[in-house]
Each structure stands twice: as C-alpha cells, then as structure tokens.
C-alpha cells in the first residue's frame, strides 16, 4: 500500500498538547491522518481519508516537543495517535529517531492493522505502544471493524519478541465486545506476556456521533448505550484475573 506521506512531512488531523491520556505524563499527542479500519464506534471518522488533514513538517513537530520538554519531565513525551499511525510508517520511523536525539519519549498508538520490516523498524524506535485490541474474535473484530484482527495479534508477538513495553487498550462496547467469554479468551491469549504492563479499558461513549452525521455516514451504533458502572466492573474484575494493572480511562 502506498502512504501519502511526502518526503519529511506527517499527514495530521489534529495536535493535543498537555495531553493525559495517550500514555504516561504530560504529552505532546499527534493525531494523524488515514485508517482502514470503519469501528462502528470511531469517534474520529473525519480521519478516515488518508488524503485529508495536512502536513506538517517533522522539523516543526519537533521544534514543538522541544519547547514542551520542561512539562514533560521524566515520564511524559510524544504519542503519535490517529487514525493509524502505521499507514505513514516510514515518516514516523525519522520522526522517532529525530525524537529520540533529543531525549524525548516516543509513543505509538496503533489498531495494529500491519506488521512489516518498515513497521518492525518503526516499532523499534517506538518506547512504548499502545496496541489497541478491537475484540479476540475475529468474527466480532470484522463485525466491529470491517477487518480481520489477524495482524493485530501478530504485530503484539512481534512486540512481545522485541521485550519492549507495550500497554493494552480495549473499548468497551455493550452488546458487541462485552461478552464475557471473550473478555476470557482476551485474558488467556496474553496473560503470559511479559512485556504488557497493563490494559486500559475505554468504555463506548457517543461523543464522536455528530462528526458522522456531518460526514453523511450512517451511525450503526445509534441505539447501543455507554457501559454501566457494573458492566465496566465486570469486565475490570475479568481482565484483573490476568493482567498485573487493568485501568478504566
Ligand atoms: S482504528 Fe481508531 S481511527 Fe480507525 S476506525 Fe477504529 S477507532 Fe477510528
């Protein structure tokens, strides 16, 4: 697949800075432009097209990760979210690296949707990743997705291989990824990675509803409701049976 990335410029949706949610400390959070996945429950659709947003020179991004270094102190630093970050890999890969000369921390946030020898690179210019696991089935994930989760799980053992830190995410969305045989078979397929340092578990909201109706998209999840306090109890109290740190953001 081609990437619409042109020689040292990242295609962007969006900048967060003093972000607290994208990995640890205070971060500098890049939402880039383009993904392949359709989850029913994007709250970022307007980041589908992989030739919109515009492009930033990583010069520029870097210049402002630097500015920011006194806030990032010792935990904080750059994520790259999106969209998927893995559709314009190789750029991220310099940007990483011109990152890392400057002693900044790098993040991934990734739906893992590819793994290659350009993303194995990426990955290890990547401190940590934030893998995002749309559901263990892979009948659910095409359901939930339009895509196989297949490489997901592979781009988790590649990781897993390279003994570097990466952080789980799940949403949580009543009726389509709440099952508790699933949330199970979650559990089991990584409890015996060493390299998950934990999973976050992000309950189904609407917030991203209106952008759909504004591009014209059909919104499948209109009727479906955020998760109760209970539901997400369960699924936390499930996901504590194997992972050493589960958290609800
Ligand atoms: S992977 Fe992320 S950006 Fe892509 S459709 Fe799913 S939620 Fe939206």
């Given at each position: 697949m081609s990437t619409t990335t042109i020689n040292n410029?990242?295609?962007?949706?969006s900048i967060e800075s003093f972000g607290t949610h994208d990995g640890p400390g205070i971060r500098l959070v890049i939402f880039v432009q383009g993904c392949e996945f359709r989850c029913l429950y994007c709250q970022n659709p307007d980041t589908f097209d992989l030739k919109g947003g515009k492009?930033?020179?990583l010069d520029e991004i870097v210049k402002r990760a630097v500015n920011m270094k006194p806030y990032f102190k010792k935990e904080g630093g750059v994520t790259i979210s999106g969209g998927e970050p893995l559709l314009q890999r190789k750029v991220l890969s310099e940007l990483f690296k011109k990152l890392h000369a400057e002693n900044i921390h790098t993040c991934l946030d990734s739906n893992g949707r590819l793994l290659n020898d350009e993303v194995k690179s990426l990955l290890n210019e990547t401190d940590l990743i934030l893998l995002d696991i749309k559901h263990i089935?892979?009948?659910?994930?095409?359901?939930?997705?339009?895509?196989?989760?297949i490489?997901?799980?592979?781009?988790?053992?590649?990781?897993?291989?390279?003994?570097k830190p990466m952080w789980l995410r799940y949403v949580l969305v009543p009726g389509w990824s709440d099952?508790?045989?699933f949330l199970h078979e979650?559990?089991?397929?990584?409890?015996d990675y060493k390299t998950i340092?934990?999973?976050?578990?992000?309950?189904?909201?609407?917030?991203?509803?209106?952008?759909?109706?504004k591009l014209g998209l059909k919104y499948e999840l209109?009727?479906?409701l955020p998760p109760s306090k209970e539901e997400i109890e369960k699924a936390k109290k499930i996901f504590s049976q194997y992972f050493k740190e589960v958290k609800v953001n």
């Open positions: 410029q990242l295609r962007i949706h492009l930033m020179d089935n892979n009948e659910w994930h095409k359901k939930l997705t339009g895509l196989d989760n490489s997901t799980l592979k781009l988790a053992d590649y990781r897993e291989s390279t003994q099952q508790e045989e979650l559990g089991q397929h990584f409890k340092e934990k999973i976050e578990i992000q309950p189904y909201h609407k917030l991203g509803v209106h952008k759909w109706e209109e009727s479906t």
